[in-house]
């Protein structure tokens, strides 16, 4: 088979590519990162790439969509459609490629007393004889039963086979982590007992290094999930495991080499080792917790969309591979269901919102929105495929919240003014942008409350026989537009999650005027703007004081499942009374999504929109 020299440019990375695989899949085997929010099947328009020079195959009728003849002609293609047939030089404009996000790494601060699973203890031991011949294991666990009443009888395989010499190297005095009437880990008196918290998101990984005997954070640090150049929706990654199944090992080794690099950064920043780690927390949702744990996932696509384990897990590290202290052990709390992960119970645990007084809606918008009702002690689910449109997939100029990036937008008369991420140069809009950006176009009368771009702004232009709105007009680089299509996907996006809100309403027999509350949480949901998702009608017609934006709540679950024995707990508990509801088969979805859909302040009773002065 033949094989091509593939140059991408402005990264400098060259790889040998094959003569029947993309140049998606070619920087995939590089660790070139390209977005790919479809995984690679020509719908979601995001790996445009140019050819600078060489021959790729003819256009594919995706191309043909995405793509003007102007921009075919220029040599622009897509990523996952083309297919070398010579030597190439490509290069990879910045908003198509998958450059670290800005990750959202604060959440609530939230103290409590420590009661890790993990407890250390100072042994000195006596040394053998020739009268005392007692095995080096025994004797340590016969030191912890006389010193400490506490009758151990195990010891981690991989802590037994260094036990022996590292307590000589220590002249018999050493530190004890045990897990229950487990020892876990050996160090020198006295050591750090640190522990790991990780929230573990479809695009994003979050990752805390905590002292277990405070509870204080040490260092934190975010990192993009290298699943994402296999698809950036979960479902896209399910279906591509489900096709070619041996690619979930593929997939589970890409998180855990992620999981094994932010570990041994945050010790070195801490000053400390890897081996200190002597517990971990890993939260997410339940399709990455599947495939991190190698579980089946394709139930997942599948109605009635189940699980394979829904219980709290606690799994040795080194079976998955994840390289901290040798017995230490990983802890997956309790998922809810088949798009309600544990990331979710986390987030839940981490606001108090179900211990709270009064009506709470919590929602975590991402890909996949996850959205509770709280009354009491009656927790109400549901989740809503809302899309990638939130996160700029599917939009024109769409991008993640990279540098660059529009975040904000004002209109005010024929003037736009934008704030970009890191007062970069723009590049293309994320999410909270394109919030912005609908907003405001929908209260300067360009958009009407059906989502139609209206033809009377000097901006509006028609370009391919779509409406346009140009936000951004460069001279240099591509000017920056939102389409008629956009728009409708922003529509789609909002009234997925719209809907996902009012069915948790109506099932329990409230109306919007009861919520007490609204909680917004995640990466996304810390960055928009509360006005303009109000003005949309992403979020129910409240005023703005009744809203909470609390960051990365799942984060911060995870750090208390990890110093709180009683947090622990207390997540299985929530994940047992949540009681799921399926929006799809309701029979007033339909009706409902249409009502959602319209932009503007509204309520919804029974399917049908109140319009709000």
Request: net charge negative; glycine share 8%; aromatic share 6%.
């Given at each position: ?69 102007q921009e075919l002609e220029d040599g622009w293609r897509l990523a996952c459609q083309a297919i070398p ?463 909470r934006q609390v960051g990365n709540a799942a984060g911060t679950g995870a750090k208390l499942a990890l ?51």
């Amino acid at each position: 088979m033949k094989a091509y020299r593939i140059d991408f440019e402005p990264v400098g990375r060259k790889a040998e590519c094959r003569s029947n695989e993309s140049l998606l899949d070619c920087a995939r085997r590089l660790g070139v990162g390209i977005s790919s929010i479809c995984g690679g099947r020509g719908t979601c328009h995001t790996c445009r790439v140019r050819v600078i020079s060489g021959i790729l195959s003819a256009p594919t009728h995706s191309e043909a969509e995405a793509l003007s003849a102007q921009e075919l002609e220029d040599g622009w293609r897509l990523a996952c459609q083309a297919i070398p047939a010579s030597n190439c030089q490509i290069m990879l404009p910045l908003e198509s490629m998958s450059a670290s996000q800005r990750i959202y790494l604060e959440g609530l601060d939230v103290i409590i007393p420590p009661e890790p699973p993990v407890k250390a203890y100072y042994l000195q031991l006596t040394e053998p004889s020739l009268s005392d011949q007692q095995a080096d294991a025994d004797r340590l666990l016969a030191a912890l039963d006389e010193q400490y009443q506490l009758p151990c009888r195990k010891i981690d395989t991989d802590v037994l086979r260094s036990l022996s010499p590292q307590i000589r190297t220590w002249n018999w005095e050493c530190q004890v982590s045990v897990r229950n009437t487990e020892v876990v880990a050996l160090s020198p008196w006295q050591s750090h007992q640190l522990g790991l918290a990780v929230d573990l998101g479809t695009t994003t990984i979050a990752a805390y290094l905590v002292d277990l005997t405070n509870g204080q954070t040490l260092a934190s640090k975010g990192g993009m999930n290298p699943q994402i150049s296999y698809g950036e929706d979960i479902i896209s990654r399910i279906n591509y495991v489900a096709k070619l199944p041996h690619e979930g090992t593929r997939l589970q080794g890409l998180v855990v080499d992620k999981l094994n690099e932010l570990a041994s950064d945050l010790c070195s920043e801490a000053g400390s080792d890897v081996n200190a780690i002597v517990e971990a927390v890993v939260v997410g949702n339940t399709a990455i917790h599947h495939l991190l744990l190698g579980l089946p996932v394709r139930q997942l696509a599948l109605s009635p969309f189940t699980a394979a384990a829904s219980l709290a897990l606690d799994i040795k590290a080194y079976e998955l591979g994840i390289k901290i202290a040798p017995g230490a052990y990983l802890h997956f709390p309790p998922v809810i269901t088949g798009f309600v992960g544990s990331d979710h119970t986390a987030m839940l645990l981490a606001t108090d919102s179900h211990q709270a007084d009064g009506l709470i809606i919590v929602v975590d918008i991402g890909t996949n929105t996850e959205i509770s009702l709280v009354n009491g002690e009656e927790i109400t689910t549901t989740s809503c495929a809302s899309g990638p449109a939130f996160e700029g997939g599917h939009i024109k100029h769409g991008m993640r919240a990279a540098k660059g990036a529009i975040e904000r937008l004002r209109i005010t008369k024929d003037a736009i003014h934008y704030q970009t991420i890191d007062e970069a140069p723009p590049v293309g809009i994320c999410g909270s942008g394109a919030l912005d950006a609908m907003a405001q176009l929908y209260l300067a009368g360009v958009i009407d409350n059906g989502g139609r771009l209206m033809c009377n702004h000097p901006r509006v232009r028609m370009t391919d026989n779509q409406a346009e709105f140009l936000m951004v007009d460069q001279e240099r680089h591509s000017s920056i537009v939102l389409t008629q299509k956009d728009v409708r996907e922003l529509q789609l996006a909002k009234a997925a999650i719209r809907t996902g809100i009012q069915f948790l309403l109506e099932t329990n027999g409230f109306t919007e005027e009861q919520i007490r509350q609204v909680v917004i949480a995640g990466s996304f949901g810390s960055y928009i703007d509360l006005s303009s998702a109000v003005t949309v009608g992403l979020l129910p017609s409240l005023p703005l004081n009744q809203f909470r934006q609390v960051g990365n709540a799942a984060g911060t679950g995870a750090k208390l499942a990890l110093i709180s024995l009683g947090k622990r707990q207390e997540s299985i508990a929530i994940a047992s009374r949540a009681r799921y509801i399926e929006l799809a088969g309701n029979p007033d979805f339909k009706e409902t999504f249409i009502e959602a859909s319209h932009i503007g302040q509204y309520r919804i009773k029974h399917s049908k929109r109140d319009e709000l002065a």
